[in-house]
């Protein structure tokens, strides 16, 4: 039986792609939204789902932080598409033809030097596979779709312009989460650490927490901040660090962060992409 990976949007979309690219033996199962993705992993309709959680130009995504802790999976691998946005119209239209773009609202502001200089309106669509699809039904070459070229093979779309994105470096990262955790180390690169943490109540408690990954040399890539249950005062932290639980610095890092925190909880250990270290 045919394992599957869930991502949110219609087929075509970058998850889509990011599915096909990083578990191309995996059926991709569309979701509308990232909760729904989630719930399939869950439910055991899906066995992983792939979910983005940044992009290079755009930021975080939003509401992504707040979904995961709550989700009950785990992380277990992260992949990084890059973005090359590109101008779908139907069968034997002509750029000269198009009036209005439809894509999803994080996806026009990256395009909007190559609307603005051909005068094309941006129309905001709530997935940018979805719009492929509905200028696919339209057949009108004055409407076009800024999607993947996925997305045009599977609606029988012509690309009208490739890679008209405004930043030559727009990428995506994607999480993968799945029922079960997976803390074994796989390959031969770095390995992976997320958790999220709450600090305790104490003066200078976030500056001494983070104090034991300097002092150990673990390197964090990433710690964000975002409030939790509708509260000013409830902070919630959530961190990436470089290197596996069974570290000997990781252990005593993790051992002094919990001295300062009253929560600290393990989201996954995976394997870093070979794409996170590409500075080009």
Do not use: W
């Amino acid at each position: 039986m045919t394992k599957k990976i869930a991502f949110q949007g219609e087929l075509g979309a970058y998850g889509h792609q990011a599915c096909d690219e990083t578990y191309p033996d995996f059926a991709p199962l569309p979701c509308p939204t990232f909760d729904a993705s989630i719930q399939a992993v869950r439910d055991g309709d899906a066995d992983l789902g792939m979910i983005a959680v940044e992009n290079s130009i755009y930021g975080r995504v939003a509401d992504v932080h707040q979904l995961l802790p709550e989700s009950g999976l785990h992380i277990v691998d992260e992949a990084f598409v890059r973005v090359h946005v590109n101008l779908l119209g139907p069968k034997g239209a002509d750029v000269g033809d198009v009036t209005e773009a439809h894509g999803h609202q994080v996806i026009l502001p990256q395009v909007a030097g190559f609307l603005r200089e051909r005068g094309i309106k941006p129309v905001v669509s709530s997935d940018n596979a979805r719009a492929a699809r509905e200028v696919a039904d339209a057949a009108d070459p004055a409407r076009a779709a800024l999607a993947s070229e996925m997305a045009a093979g599977i609606y029988g779309l012509d690309v009208l312009a490739r890679h008209i994105e405004d930043h030559d470096r727009n990428t995506t990262r994607f999480l993968v989460m799945a029922r079960e955790p997976n803390h074994a180390r796989r390959g031969d690169g770095t390995m992976m650490t997320s958790f999220i943490f709450r600090v305790r109540n104490i003066p200078a408690a976030l500056y001494k927490a983070m104090g034991g990954f300097a002092t150990n040399g673990v390197n964090m890539t990433k710690l964000e901040s975002y409030m939790v249950g509708g509260s000013f005062t409830a902070t919630q932290f959530y961190a990436e660090i470089e290197g596996h639980p069974d570290d000997r610095p990781v252990q005593l890092a993790l051992e002094e962060l919990d001295y300062f925190t009253d929560m600290v909880r393990l989201m996954g250990v995976y394997p870093a992409a070979s794409r996170r270290f590409e500075t080009v």
